[in-house]
C-alpha cells in the first residue's frame, strides 16, 4: 500500500471527530471517501496530510482547542503521523483542499509556478507546466488572468494542477464539486479520471458518489466519524441500507 492508516482518531476537546479510522491506498488507484455532510471527511484529510499537527501546535501555543490525534499513518513505508505538513509534501503527498482555495490576487500562471515552491530545476518545473497545459488548455490560454475572476470550474482546475506541480505521488482532492454548476462539475470529474488514467494516484473526497463511483476502483464510506463500509461502487449500491441512509441515493 502506497497509504496506510490504521486505528487514526481525531478529536477537538470532547468532539470526536474520526474514531478508530483504518483504510488504504495502493499504487496507481483512484479510490474515493465519501460520505454525508460533516461526516468527517475533510478532517480524515487534514490529518493524513499534516495539517492537524499543525493546528495542534498552533493550538498549544495559543491555549486554544485541545486537539488529539492517534493512531498511525505511513507514506510510501514511512509513518508520517507527526511529521510536518511542509516535509510530507516533499514525499509526495499533496492535499488539494476543498473549495479551491487558489491565491486569487495572483495570476494563472503565478498560482501554478506556486506549486513548484519545492523544486529548484527549472527544466523539470517547465516540463511540469506543460503537462498542467495539456491537461487544462484553459489554464493555458489565460496566463495572466487573475485567479479570482475565474469561474468555480476554472478555478477548481487550477486548484488541481497547482497540486500536480508540486510532483505529487498521491495526491488527495477534497470536495472538488462543491459549488458548481453541473457542467463544470462533470469537466472536473472528467479531468480527474483522466490524471489517475495518467497512472497518478488519488484519493478522491466527494459527496457527488453517483459519478465518483464509476471513476473508481475502490471506495469508503464514512458516517459520523466512522468508516461504515467499502467496496466497488456497484457493491455499495446493491446495499439498500447504504444507499439510501448514507448516499441519499
Not at 480524515?44 to 498552533?58: D, I, K, Q, S, Y
Not at 489554464?139 to 488541481?160: C, D, N
Not at 495526491?171 to 459549488?179: A, F, M, N, Q, V
Amino acid at each position: 500500500m502506497l497509504l496506510e492508516i490504521a486505528h487514526l482518531t481525531v478529536c477537538y476537546d470532547r468532539a470526536m471527530l474520526l474514531n478508530d479510522i483504518s483504510m488504504g491506498v495502493d499504487t496507481g488507484e483512484l479510490v474515493s471517501l465519501v460520505g454525508p455532510n460533516g461526516a468527517g471527511k475533510s478532517t480524515l484529510l487534514r490529518a493524513v496530510t499534516g495539517l492537524v499537527v499543525w493546528e495542534r501546535e498552533l493550538t498549544k501555543r495559543s491555549a486554544g482547542e485541545d486537539i488529539t490525534m492517534e493512531g498511525t499513518v505511513i507514506f510510501d513505508g514511512e509513518r508520517i503521523d507527526q511529521v510536518p505538513a511542509h516535509e510530507i509534501v516533499k514525499m509526495g503527498l499533496v492535499h488539494c483542499p476543498e473549495r479551491r482555495r487558489p491565491f486569487k490576487e495572483m495570476t494563472v500562471l503565478e498560482n501554478l509556478q506556486s506549486g513548484a515552491y519545492l523544486i529548484r530545476d527549472r527544466k523539470r518545473i517547465q516540463e511540469n507546466l506543460d503537462q498542467i497545459h495539456s491537461l487544462f488548455p484553459i489554464l493555458k490560454k489565460r496566463p495572466k488572468q487573475i485567479s479570482g475572476t475565474m469561474s468555480g470550474g476554472e478555478q477548481q482546475m487550477l486548484a488541481i494542477g497547482r497540486a500536480l506541480m508540486s510532483e505529487p505521488k498521491l495526491l488527495c482532492i477534497d470536495e472538488p464539486s462543491t459549488g458548481l454548476a453541473p457542467i463544470s462539475r462533470a469537466e472536473v470529474f472528467e479531468k480527474i479520471s483522466k490524471i489517475a488514467d495518467l497512472g497518478l494516484t488519488v484519493l478522491l473526497v466527494e459527496q457527488e458518489v453517483g459519478t465518483v463511483f464509476t471513476m473508481t476502483v475502490r471506495n469508503y464510506v464514512l458516517s459520523s466519524g466512522k468508516i461504515i463500509a467499502q467496496g466497488t461502487g456497484d457493491e455499495l449500491l446493491q446495499n439498500e441500507i447504504i444507499r439510501k441512509t448514507y448516499l441519499g441515493l
